[in-house]
């Protein structure tokens, strides 16, 4: 799973650092991966995983640049809430750099509120979103 996903990272962020990915991946218990495929071709992911008995924790999602407004990041957001709501999760919620607009505007369409802002380690500004499932 993680070299396609890096791959992709690498391609839609500029400042993508596998090391975010790869040294937290081995401790997160049970992560969920959404994938987008063309032609067996990696274009889109979301993964995420259960934080406590009702939370899942949308983490990490992208999609190749050029095969963005295609609609892609709204499947598979989509696919990934009815999966948790299946499940039985009540609530999803994400964190996002303010930096990325389209993904909080994403957000707000599939109805997250906003419930925070701070500012990260590296002085970057990060918005939490949450949504009753």
Request: proline share 4%.
């Amino acid at each position: 799973m993680g070299d396609e996903i890096v791959a992709l990272c690498h391609d839609a962020f500029p400042d993508f650092d596998a090391c975010y990915l790869l040294d937290r991946l081995p401790h997160i218990a049970d992560p969920v991966l959404v994938e987008a495929r063309r032609a067996n071709e990696l274009v889109g992911f979301k993964m995420g995983y259960r934080r406590g008995k009702s939370l899942f924790y949308s983490w990490l999602g992208a999609v190749q640049p050029d095969c963005r407004r295609q609609g892609i990041a709204s499947r598979l957001m989509a696919a990934q809430h009815d999966w948790a709501h299946g499940l039985g999760f009540e609530r999803i919620e994400t964190r996002t750099r303010t930096s990325n607009t389209p993904m909080i505007i994403l957000n707000l369409q599939f109805g997250f509120v906003i419930t925070g802002f701070e500012t990260d380690s590296a002085g970057r500004g990060v918005v939490t979103q949450r949504k009753q499932l």
